[in-house]
């Protein structure tokens, strides 16, 4: 049997100052480290990492070194996940922070292949895996920071503050690759492209003064006290907990965010690349158009979060993968215009309002699947499995379909948004939580 999730409906509870900057904040840089890796990849470093000679083969080398990340992720999930759930879901995120922004800020001081030859691409994987590592705790922690912190009125508010941190490190990631694509590119491929990283310094000191500032949450506290009182063994260790107990939970978990990641970054990566690579629409426009949409999703966000309290975070969800499931086509059409009106309309109809709203809702949606006692553990765990099959994965797919293509035709890319939305959808009607807030 599932563990039962018991929220108590008529406490109210203020979350501590800072809180709330605390968590934008770390998912801020861990977006803004991987939507910068991400635009990066599909822009500069085939030109920078990778042999010169053919274009389309150095570009799917680079986003190939983009889906490495994925495969760490899991594992710093789960490990991070579980110490979450045993040491505090506050000295995990801290530590997991700053591997992520260190690693983010040493891709800038890497050498290219011209100075260092195959060891230039060795480095650049290596420093993408530890990144990998510590982005892999960071929003399912900073989820269950967010909802444990909440008064349980308000938990879909408060669970949406990942979900605009996300945003504003789209959005300042997005206005700096924006900025960096109007100059030389000579300049963007020498040294225009490290100094975005290179910022990640700053903003690991910034971000990791706030973190150590903000109390550990409530239920971790009480759950401390709970397990005292219990037998040690390996039935209470948080991952075999989650298996025994909370499997189907978890698999709901993973179940979204396969369909969720699949979507979201063929949207905000793969859309990049096509249009550069495929259309021949200057690398700025695309830039610019996450830039607004990202403007927008942060004002979406915060209604979403809202709406999730009125109507329940399941309903908002389910509403995001029906609106997925109706753009798959039209987005590639407005694309395909190659317009700057229209692609950046493409762009904030599915990554400023569509994407945005259900990353939103799942923050109290997915946080509410776990009992505390492997809240941080299947959150990381579900999180960043689902997020490494698809996450990594689904750029190259689409970016392959398109390629083999003699017209390079998007149908095959539609269809995967399609199987994206059925399972976000399939995954919220499994719903295994037991919340009153349900």
């Not at 490990?79 to 530590?95: E, N, T, Y």
């Not at 979403?304 to 908002?316: E, H, Q």
């Not at 599915?350 to 009992?371: D, E, H, Y």
């Amino acid at each position: 049997m599932p563990s039962v999730v018991n929220d108590s409906v008529g406490t109210t509870r203020k979350a501590p100052r800072g809180v709330g900057v605390a968590v934008v904040v770390g998912s801020a840089l861990e977006w803004f480290d991987f939507y910068l890796y991400a635009s990066m990849a599909a822009l500069v470093f085939g030109h920078v990492f990778f042999p010169p000679g053919n274009d389309a083969t150095a570009t799917m080398a680079s986003v190939a070194t983009f889906a490495v990340g994925f495969l760490a992720r899991p594992i710093g999930g789960i490990v991070f996940g579980a110490l979450g759930d045993r040491i505090g879901r506050k000295k995990v995120l801290s530590w997991t922070f700053v591997l992520m922004g260190v690693s983010s800020a040493g891709i800038g001081l890497l050498p290219s292949y011209a100075s260092a030859g195959l060891l230039a691409p060795v480095l650049l994987v290596v420093l993408r895996l530890l990144q990998g590592l510590g982005a892999g705790a960071e929003f399912g922690g900073a989820i269950a920071v967010a909802y444990e912190h909440a008064d349980p009125r308000k938990r879909g508010r408060q669970g949406s503050w990942p979900a605009l941190g996300v945003n504003v490190g789209l959005l300042v990631s997005s206005l700096a690759v924006a900025g960096l694509t109007t100059l030389d590119k000579e300049f963007l491929h020498g040294f225009g492209w490290r100094i975005p990283f290179l910022a990640s310094f700053l903003l690991v000191g910034v971000g990791l003064w706030v973190r150590r500032r903000v109390p550990e949450t409530p239920e971790f506290e009480k759950m401390v006290q709970r397990k005292e009182n219990r037998p040690r063994g390996w039935a209470n260790r948080p991952l075999v907990k989650l298996f025994r107990s909370d499997w189907r939970a978890l698999a709901v978990v993973m179940v979204i965010t396969i369909g969720y990641n699949g979507v979201s970054y063929v949207f905000k990566t793969f859309s990049l690349a096509y249009l550069t690579n495929f259309r021949g629409v200057p690398a700025n426009i695309g830039a610019l158009g996450i830039s607004i949409a990202s403007g927008v999703a942060i004002v979406t966000v915060p209604i979403a979060g809202w709406i999730s309290d009125r109507v329940g975070a399941k309903k908002v969800v389910v509403a995001g993968a029906v609106a997925t499931g109706l753009l798959a086509f039209p987005f590639f059409w407005l694309l395909d215009t190659g317009t700057s009106w229209f692609i950046w309309l493409g762009l904030v109809i599915a990554t400023g309002i569509v994407v945005p709203a259900m990353l939103s809702a799942q923050g109290a949606f997915l946080a509410k699947q776990f009992p505390a006692e492997v809240r941080s553990t299947g959150l990381g765990t579900g999180r960043e499995v689902g997020g490494a099959v698809s996450g990594g994965l689904a750029p190259l797919a689409a970016l392959a379909i398109v390629e083999a293509s003699a017209t390079h035709a998007t149908w095959g890319v539609s269809l995967l948004f399609v199987a994206g939305a059925l399972c976000i959808g399939i995954g919220a009607l499994a719903d295994q939580s037991r919340s009153a807030l349900n």
